[in-house]
């Protein structure tokens, strides 16, 4: 990102992944500045750093400006985009800006799979805070810790989240590349599992000679391409099932009453020392150890790494605590895949509870049929009430072929726990009259049900 370049405007610089940008950027000395359409934590916290952001997007915001860098949600005939033509101005997606940034550090530290990435990333950067990684550490999600999503370091390491959707990883330039899974999502682009396998198998192909390939053994298509590139660059692997022989494993896990565990990490057969986690959840266990398995091998000392976890909480819309109304606890996450709604339900299971209902609003006509209208309704099992409403559009149209009923009906057929009720206060009003004191409320989906979820309260 040279060639004279010294203004950048970010269109849509509110965004989880294009505020880190911004900050990442004028940390390597570009004037930056943006607009977006609305205020957020995000566009406030630029501004308690001095970074000028412009709320509503107008023509004349982009005007002296050497690059415009926009987000997929900006669309060409957004304004400032036009008036970036006029003006021959050139103009770089977010993915491809990331990747250009990403070639300008020593080692970059890719943070990929279709779940997990954002708390395996979080926890890195908490790790780094405490005195492990002087990395900067670009997060696609609203960290507290962070106020925002990215730490700036001073050293010559980058570790960032590294996206699958629409292929938009293959722009980075990983020396270490971190696979937590692989599974059947985003089908709106990818044809089917084996399209997004090969995804993450190009992914794997940019790891340099002398680079290193960190996978769960635990997935079974992440141990075949780690059996694929075995010889061809470094490998290291982390798991919770002992038969895949993984590098880094816990054992002696123990949960806590409210569902965190503890567990003593083990490399190679060796104990490294005792970790506990205060999020709850299995999965957080693995998330774990895929962290200390990075911080691990790049260096850091294991009780800096261990301390960093045991403060960690958990980034926002992952099993977030949202407030409590006649003794009814409400939780929200951002889970919107099977695998990671079973993830949200164990966490909401180990919690103390009477009953636990869950309401879930799909974002996708695609997912709805794929996933949700398929095999996979029994990802509910073990609550009381799965309460659905209408599908939130996202970035689709409806166009006829499925409903929230249908989701419905094969969540009934695997569970038969699954009532459709349209509206959230139609929600609201259900969950008064049934839900009590000591039950637990837990919200799920990518669309705006988080801000829905405030009518809960």
């Not at 985003?186 to 960190?214: C, E, S």
């Not at 990671?340 to 180990?350: G, K, P, Q, Y």
């Not at 006509?365 to 939130?392: E, M, W």
């Not at 559009?393 to 969540?411: L, N, Q, S, Y």
């Amino acid at each position: 990102m040279d060639n004279g370049i010294k203004k950048i405007h970010l269109i849509g610089i509110g965004g989880c992944s294009m505020n880190g940008l911004a900050q990442i950027l004028r940390a390597r000395g570009y004037e930056v500045g943006g607009s977006d359409s609305a205020e957020s934590p995000f566009t406030r916290r630029l501004g308690e750093l001095g970074i000028p952001v412009s709320i509503g997007q107008k023509a004349e915001n982009v005007e002296g400006s050497d690059l415009v860098i926009y987000s997929a949600a900006i669309k060409p005939e957004n304004p400032e985009r036009a008036r970036a033509r006029e003006l021959g101005i050139p103009e770089m997606e977010r993915s491809v800006a990331l990747g250009k940034i990403s070639e300008k550090f020593g080692s970059v530290v890719g943070i990929a799979g279709c779940h997990g990435k954002t708390t395996i990333t979080s926890m890195l950067a908490l790790i780094a805070e405490k005195g492990g990684l002087d990395a900067t550490v670009h997060v696609g999600g609203f960290v507290e810790f962070l106020k925002g999503g990215t730490r700036l370091g001073h050293s010559d390491l980058l570790i960032t989240e590294a996206c699958e959707y629409v292929e938009s990883f293959l722009t980075l330039r990983p020396t270490v590349a971190l696979i937590n899974n692989i599974d059947d999502d985003h089908l709106d682009y990818f044809k089917d599992i084996d399209h997004i396998t090969d995804a993450f198998r190009k992914f794997v192909a940019l790891i340099p000679k002398g680079g290193m390939f960190i996978g769960c053994a635990d997935d079974a298509r992440v141990r075949g391409l780690l059996s694929e590139y075995r010889g061809r660059v470094d490998e290291l692997t982390y798991g919770l099932d002992k038969e895949y022989a993984p590098d880094y494993y816990p054992e002696n896990a123990v949960y806590d009453e409210y569902g965190c565990p503890s567990y003593d990490l083990y490399f190679r057969g060796e104990n490294l020392g005792r970790v506990v986690l205060h999020v709850p959840g299995r999965h957080n266990m693995l998330n774990s150890v895929a962290a200390m398995a990075v911080a691990l091998s790049h260096g850091t000392e294991f009780d800096t790494a261990a301390s960093a976890l045991a403060a960690f909480e958990n980034t926002r819309r992952r099993f977030e605590y949202y407030g409590e109304r006649d003794g009814v606890r409400v939780f929200h996450d951002y889970a919107h895949h099977p695998a990671e709604i079973r993830a949200a339900v164990d966490s909401a299971l180990r919690t103390p509870h009477k009953r636990v209902f869950c309401v879930f609003q799909c974002n996708s006509y695609t997912r709805a049929k794929t996933l949700f209208c398929g095999h996979q309704g029994d990802c509910f099992a073990g609550v009381s009430k799965v309460l659905v409403p209408d599908i939130y559009p996202g970035r689709e149209k409806d166009d006829g072929t499925v409903h929230a009923r249908d989701m419905v009906r094969a969540i009934n057929e695997a569970t038969g726990n699954a009532l459709y009720l349209a509206t959230f206060e139609e929600i609201s009003d259900w969950l008064k009259e049934n839900a009590e004191a000591g039950d637990v409320v837990v919200t799920l989906g990518s669309g705006d049900v988080y801000i829905q979820t405030k009518k809960l309260l």
